[in-house]
């Protein structure tokens, strides 16, 4: 139950961030000035860390995506969708482990 809740409010969260950069991109048509103060906000170590979480959603959000294709699609799927939710949790905790140490590096300049 926890990973379709997750896979919800991943969702959700991603629509919303896809509508804040759109409007945000759509800003450079109507003021230069404006979009760039805008981008200025996105490069502190906040947003940072709302990168993290982003980059986070978006990895569990497409793993958990295709378990789900499988279970649906594939014969023995409902019976191993405990073994396909641990092997979301695997590739996600792979990427995260990759991406969040580049992500600081850049932002701190480490």
């Known amino acids: 139950m926890w990973s379709w ?13 896809l509508l804040v950069h759109v409007l945000d991109t759509a800003l450079v048509r109507v003021s230069p000035e404006a979009y760039n103060a805008v981008i200025g906000t996105y490069k502190t170590p ?7 979480a982003l980059v986070a959603a978006i990895a569990f959000h497409a793993f958990n995506g295709l ?3 499988l279970i649906d699609f594939s014969k023995g799927g409902p019976k191993n969708q405990k073994k396909l939710f641990w092997g979301v949790m695997i590739l996600w905790l792979i ?11 850049h932002t701190f300049g480490g």
Not at 5 to 17: D, K, L, P
Not at 95 to 105: E, G, I, K, S, T
């Open 5 to 17: 809740v997750a896979h919800r409010v991943t969702g959700v969260g991603i629509f919303f961030f």
């Open 95 to 105: 990427v995260m482990v990759a991406f969040v140490p580049r992500q600081l590096m």
């Open 46 to 52: 906040i947003m940072a860390f709302g990168e993290i």
């Open 67 to 69: 378990r789900v294709i």
